[in-house]
């Protein structure tokens, strides 16, 4: 029967219209159009749920051949150990490796006492010393080493780049049972691993200049004040024997060298705890005039103008607490030792904080110059300023606590901010400094660990200390808790006055 039939039976009354046909037709093709979009949809949902499942079961193949791998890997896991340690996590490895045992190292002695934590200033006590406990991770260590990465691919592969990170007191100062004390009680952080998670993630073309078990040898000889943040002379002398034969050099004998001593300091940590006991037990400052003859180039904070100094000490440094400040004269952004029996044209620039003060003058014996720049007053960019004074070695030394700080690490990259050797003419340096009004160091008083004029009543400590950036990664702790304050550490001296003093 026809469409015509079907409808006639109906007795349609447009059956005779004359747009019947029309109309029916479009009615025919809207249906089919719905006929082809029913089945549009239900071939998608089709492809669509075949491919769902088909992802799920790759899934679990791909799940339970892992899980195969795995039980086949654990029927040796020597071998596996070793492939993965080989080619896999080389880092992850070193930065978990202890000192270096040795049976000859002779471990600090147990006095039987307990140490304690100083709440007003966040120091531990033990043995009559004051200690800055670290807090340090992992990630603060990379990003330490991917900024002296940084700094080799700026300074270019016509100089070599040497690094230093100088472990604090705590590390080296502590028997062993109230080392495992502060790791139980304090959750404080292994500088060993530290150091070497460091060093482990410098580029190949970075040479380390690793000293932890140079100093761990030594730990039982007086390498760090106890009443300062600081290391003595004796202790930045050994760093130095380590630094030369990474370098390559013959070190200066210290038994050829004059020891001068200057007594009753009271450094940083007496500063910020005013502790008692650490009064009655002040330290001593030795340092060590080298063999040969040395002029010095120095430029003081806020001035352009260049002093032309004898001696590369303060000798004029007093008992109290700036005594770290003879020193190469204190922190200044720039000073230059010319090693005037040395002609070979060997140059080596240092860029530190306070940490490298007692350990740049040692530097001066191999070097016919040592270009020593503080990187948080210094004004100009690194690599124009190497390249106009002819500097084909550069040294980053920096303290545990700078290397672990943020803060710290944003001001060492302004060595490359800007553009020019900054405003140090050396035109005239090397010249015959006994002459032409040549200043001794009779000609200054000391203020802190600048020079100035005034009184030594203040010390610089905005150096190695934690800021509120320092640790911000993985829980780190923050500035009313273990991390210390931005107040602690700043470039006016410690603030008496603050209720956030070094917590």
Known sequence: MSEYDRYDRYDRDDRDDRDYDQRYMRRVERRRRERLKRRRHNRIMIVSGGILILAVLILIIVLLANSCASCAGSSDVSAQSATEATEL????????????????????????????VDGSSGLYFWDNKAFELFY???????????????????????????????????EFGLCPREEQRLTDEQGVTSQRQNTTTVYSN???????????DTMNKHKTEYLYFNTDHHWTGLGAYYAYTAFAQAAGLEPMQLEAATKNTIDGFLGSLYTASQAEVLQQHPDHVDYYTLPGNYSCTLFMDGSDEPTYIDNMYYEAAEAGSGTYGVFIWGDNPLMVIDNEDNSSGEKIAIVKESYGNAFAPYLAYNYD???????????????????????????????????????????????????????????????????????????????????????????????????????????????????????????????????????
């Open 369 to 503: 110059e040592v270009h020593i720049i503080d990187f948080r007053y210094f004004d100009g960019n690194l690599k124009d300023y190497c390249d106009q004074y002819g500097i084909k070695n550069v040294l980053f030394l920096n303290g545990i606590m700078s290397a672990n700080t943020g803060v710290q690490i944003e001001t060492m990259n302004g060595l490359f901010d800007t553009s020019g050797a900054g405003p140090y003419d050396l035109g005239t340096a090397g010249s015959d400094s006994s002459e032409d009004g040549a200043a001794s160091s009779d000609d200054y008083s000391y203020s802190g660990e600048s020079l100035s004029g005034s009184s030594d009543s203040s010390t610089d400590y905005s150096d190695e200390g934690y800021s509120s950036d320092g640790y911000s990664d993985e829980g780190a702790a923050s500035s009313a808790d273990e991390n210390y304050s931005g107040d602690y550490y700043s470039d006016d001296g410690y603030d008496t006055s603050s209720d956030e003093t070094y917590q």
């Open 136 to 170: 340090g991770n992992d990630d603060a260590a990379k990003n330490y080493a991917a900024a002296i990465n940084r700094y080799k691919n700026q300074l270019g592969s016509a100089i070599t780049v040497y690094d230093m990170v100088v472990p604090n007191h705590s």
């Open 202 to 212: 410098l580029d190949s073309d970075v040479k380390t200049v690793d000293i932890y």
């Open 89 to 116: 996590t080389a880092a992850t490895e070193a930065s978990t490796q202890p000192a270096t045992e040795d049976s000859s190292v002779t471990q600090i002695a147990d006095n039987g006492e307990e140490g304690y």
